[in-house]
């Protein structure tokens, strides 16, 4: 399974843009990465996901570099609003349909004035 | 338009009893995972239902069974429940293999 590292927290000033890296080294070739935002006592949220080079949406942009062993997840300008567990993963495609999302423990950020 | 849908929202319960938590998904979405959040922890994938069946089943004993109904909504029962179950536990639905996962907001278990 793709395991993946990313730091366990991360600490931040209002309006600044925040990266975060993930490594995830075992990738499959059809694994693809996403990632997620938590807010305490409420499921995930999808923030992005991407297979490989560059992802953006209204909320964050996603780079994956060509060996796609690791992912930065950006997020501009970042809010108080924004503080909030992200968590990187791995999307495994199963033999005989379906998926799996394996979640780690997440990056806690910290948004501050 | 509801998104995923979880009951109750809380619920304690002893050693040795059994538990089922319910899980309506959003409009429009086929499939149902099942994930336990321990505290501190990121979610564990139990397992995840497609078409009334279970389709990929994670790391979790026996104990943890589910169903899936024909109007897509879902239930997970525990049984035997022991003190390290307590747990949020997450559902999540998506409309296919490759689609992003809508989540509940949960069941927090406590088990005394």
């Known amino acids: 399974l793709a395991k993946t590292t990313q730091p366990i927290s991360m600490d931040s000033y209002e309006g600044q843009e925040v990266n975060i890296t993930c490594s995830h080294n075992?990738?499959?070739?059809?694994?693809?990465i996403t990632w997620y935002q938590q807010f305490p006592s409420q499921g995930p949220r999808f923030i992005i996901q991407g297979y490989k080079t560059k992802v953006t949406n209204e909320v964050a942009s996603l780079f994956i570099p060509a060996d796609r062993k690791s992912s930065t997840l950006s997020l501009p300008r970042v809010s108080l609003s924004d503080t909030a567990v992200y968590y990187c993963?791995?999307?495994?495609?199963?033999?005989?349909?379906?998926?799996?999302?394996?979640f780690g423990t997440g990056t806690q950020l910290k948004v501050e004035l | 338009d509801a998104g995923v849908t979880q009951s109750p929202t809380h619920l304690i319960k002893t050693r040795g009893q059994q538990v089922t938590l319910r899980c309506s998904p959003k409009s429009g979405h086929d499939t149902v995972s099942w994930y336990q959040q321990a505290l501190g922890q990121g979610p564990q994938f139990i397992f995840q239902y497609y078409e009334e069946e279970e389709r990929q089943r994670g790391n979790f004993p026996d104990r943890f069974s589910g169903h899936q109904f024909p109007n897509y909504s879902s239930e997970l029962n525990v049984n035997a429940l022991l003190l390290g179950d307590s747990a949020l536990y997450l559902c999540?639905?998506?409309?296919?293999?490759?689609?992003?996962?809508?989540f509940g907001s949960g069941t927090q278990l406590s088990v005394l």
């Open positions: 075992n990738i499959a070739t059809n694994d693809y």
């Open positions: 993963l791995v999307v495994i495609i199963l033999t005989g349909g379906g998926n799996k999302l394996t």
């Open positions: 999540a639905s998506s409309r296919d293999t490759n689609e992003k996962l809508f």
